[in-house]
């Protein structure tokens, strides 16, 4: 068996109204689209992800947090009904996921070899969080590839956000020596927007586009300064700021996914592609992926 | 008519409903439910109303409205405790009601009745416990993130409105728990405890108000609370309850329990009103203002006020609960009862623990309800090695790491002050000596902000030609016993 490794990795942010805007019959809620300039930055990034043909889609999402240690699911089948509960007027949607459980079990047994703290999901009852159905169906609609979801843990930002990266990217070296392990090409979603100020209100339409935009002119000015960063290759850098653009732009970043993929990926030093950015109401989103085969493809 | 005919506080987490025997505390405080569900069946009421910490909302505020919720419910955090089944009864004219209040101060408001909508895990574990027949339908509202004071009064004044038009009399239930710092590793339920003991004294200060029926004060109090013991969700629901409750301190209280869940206060109170509360009509709530919040908080920090006498506010079945030290599993200690007025302490401390001083002077020196400790070094107890420091033959220093030095400082520090029944998040000023600021700043600040960041001392660094013994680095601490 070949050593595994990580074909690619995306920051890949989960606004239900993407889904609601696309319309898949997996959703409930009906809408007149929306938000295009995000759902088409995902299309293009979906064709590369495709076609690198991975055998496992691993995510780290902000909306499965825990408090003790880092979860994972230990079942290989989870389905049900995900019912986004701030905005569930857009998101009811019925999913039927596969878990690579060999992979999560070797990520958690990695972790523990770290010396972190871990949990398996048993529980055949538990409800998948709506952050990881929304960027495993924008990445994946079709369901096709085996998952691996591990929780935000949140207690190391109680002491800071600096002690709150190094966790997670401690949780990256873990998940990257475990993919090597396994043999299998695997692809990570970081789960997050960039700037998270939410507006409180939200038009009668709400894929009505008119009022759609950052909520502050501040946040924009750090979504685009970290951007930058990614389009340079300069991820070290990136990962230095953080801290700092956690605080100043509220910015979602704070559970570690970035981090945690960045590290995992032995923070890269090529040019990231970045396939869209858009506000969602108030919030700062980016499609960004890391591809080693297309560095440099900058588009 | 009175709107309200009891309002309770309870804590809603998992393992009070589902592992109740796991821990002496989660046992208590299912117990206590039991106590307060037989309270809430003795009273008079039409609804039960609930605001759950748990419940966060963005845009505006939610209201529950399908009639008849059912799900198969699973924490996120605590899944391997199980499932809960529930099948709730929900008051929909009422929400309905409420909702079109809310409107009226210009929030955003949605009703929602979507087959899988997922009530939160608080919601669920207090109507589980106080509701479990559904005796009384229920209403629900949902907690915005970002709604601060003024606005989350004015959702609790916005309750009472609805209740006086519904010409309904409501059981109030808000689910918060007191501090919110839980445990970050695993650990033996049998030795839970509340995280910290600042988190324990000020959870003790807000059960000290509830007790003589305080609501106003407690309200007052939210921020400062919130600050220093990560109060449940800021702890704003108080904001909600004192809203709906008139903003009066005209209640008798009850204390049904206080332990540990995992770490956080855990708290069931029962608030009984001692006048009939009406709505405050909405032309007189849109101009409502911030109040006396300021001085109150002041009046707070004074230590007169934090040693008066309390204990009798306490309800009868309430016994102070001790609290464990740190590291489990040691046995409880006494966390010193603030009933007896203490005339100002004066005593030497000298700490085993720590490296012996090097002069004429002890470790630190308490002075009423402060702590002075002399000028702390990196220096190791029983031995003159210095971390950090390389010596050449002659015993001149050639090399030494300004970080290793710190943290050997705030390791004796934190010695120290434990020695003397206090603990490093009790540190209030800070002076710090450095024989070279220009290149140790970064290396002493770095490590200083691992420590002190979340306590927040005020402090002073400067320069100094030298210092006693070839170190590099001395903290002059102030603290709180």
Redesign the interface.
Known sequence: MSQGQIVAGVLAPHPPHLVYGDNPPQNEPKSECGWETLRWAYERCRANIKALKPDVLIVHSPHWPTVVGHHFLGLPHFKGLSVDPVFPHLFRYTYDMKVDVELSLGIADACKRAGMHTSIVKNPDFRIDYGSIICLHLINPDWDIPVVLISSNQAAFYFSNEIGGEVAGDLGKATREAIEISGKRAVLLASSSLSHRHFVNEPDIPEDMSFERIHHHGQYLWDMKVIDMMKKGQCQELIDILPEFIEMAAAEVKVGSLTWMLKAMGVPTYPAIVHGYGTVIGTGNAVVEWNPLLQGAQR | MSIVSKAYIVTGLPHILLAPEKSEGWGKLNAAYQKVREDIEKQEADVILYFSTQ??????YTFQADPEPEW???D??W??L??IPYHFKIDTDFAKTYAKEVDQLG??T?L?N?????I?TGTIVAQKLLNPNNRLPASIVSC?M?SEKDETTRLGQAAARALQKSGKKAIVVLVSSLSH??????IDPKYDRINSRKDDEWNRKIIDMLSAGEVENVAQTVREFARQA?GDQKFKGMWWLNGLLGQSNNFEGQIFAYEPV?GTGAILAGLSPTEVITAPPLEATLSSEEGSQAEFVEALTNFDYMASPSGPRFAAEFVPERTRVPTAPSPRVEVQARSETRALADFEIVSKDSAEPVGNYPHARRYGDLLFLSGIGPRQVGSKDIPGITFDSQRNVIAYDIRVQTQAVIDSVKRILENAGSSLDKVIDIQVFLTNMKDDFPGYNEVY??AF??IRPTRTTVEVGSLPTPIAVEFKVIAKP
């Open positions: 419940w966060l909302s963005i845009l505006g198969l419910h699973v996120q955090d899944h391997e199980g499932s929030y955003k949605k929602v979507y087959r899988g909508f997922p939160d915005n970002y710092r839980f445990h970050t590793t695993p990560n995992w902000n691992h960041k979340n």
